[in-house]
């Protein structure tokens, strides 16, 4: 098991909403305040401020408050982990396709 196991795992969980993928996807813009947030979801802003917490807590987003605006902005580096992880799992995959492509190139028949 991979050491940072408990992040990738926070990180998982906060983007397994489709809510909050599309505030990462809407971020991964530019910075954004959470009333501009919400307005595409329909959503009062204590809901949309639930979503915003769980990608803060996971390490996703951060934010800052500025008088009675709240920005929140795409941590850098914060999707580095899902990156690393799925890199892992590519590799293994990509070695079996490999060996399997080998073994079909050697036991098809030649056409002549």
């Known amino acids: 098991m991979p050491k940072y196991h408990d992040e990738l795992d926070a990180v998982l ?10 505030v990462v996807e809407r971020l991964a813009k530019s910075p954004a305040v959470v009333s501009e947030l919400a307005a595409p979801f329909g959503m009062a802003l204590p809901s949309l401020m639930q979503h915003l ?22 941590r850098p580096g914060a999707l580095d982990v899902l990156h690393l992880w799925l890199g892992e799992q590519r590799t293994p995959a990509e070695h079996h396709a490999d060996r399997l492509g080998i073994h079909l190139t050697l036991t098809t028949p030649k056409e002549t």
């Open 53 to 74: 917490r769980v990608l803060e807590n996971a390490g996703v987003v951060t934010s800052e408050k500025h008088g009675r605006v709240r920005t929140v902005s795409l």
């Open 13 to 22: 969980r906060a983007l397994a909403d489709p809510t909050r993928r599309a």
